[in-house]
């Protein structure tokens, strides 16, 4: 039997928001908006369409192209996600300093 080296393993509650919109550009959205203790604060978004996932706050959605790589989508839908992530993404918390 192989044995693992964890560098972590844990159980958390988590609470988790079920979004579907569409913008603009006529994209449909449909988000799973996780928040989690972990990751200073950042939300887990994923993408239920192509099931994609990233660790997104603030900074990450300041960041150009990060939203286009990560759920690969042009420009124009990236802006109407940045706009909808903006309200729901709040501060990073460092609070292991």
Same mark, same amino acid.
């Given at each position: 039997m192989m044995e693992f080296d964890y560098l972590y393993d844990g159980t958390e509650e988590t609470k988790t928001r079920f979004v579907c919109f569409v913008g603009e +550009?006529? @994209?449909r959205f449909d988000l799973a /908006?996780? +928040?989690t203790n972990r990751f200073y604060g950042k939300k887990l978004v994923t993408d239920l369409q /192509?099931? @994609?996932t990233a660790v997104i706050?603030?900074?990450d959605l300041e960041e150009e192209g990060y939203l286009e790589h990560v759920f690969k989508i042009n420009e124009e839908e990236?802006?109407?996600l940045t706009e909808f992530l903006s309200a729901i993404v709040g501060p990073i918390n460092f609070t292991d300093i």
């Open positions: +550009s006529l @994209r /908006i996780t +928040s /192509i099931g @994609r706050g603030p900074d990236a802006a109407e």
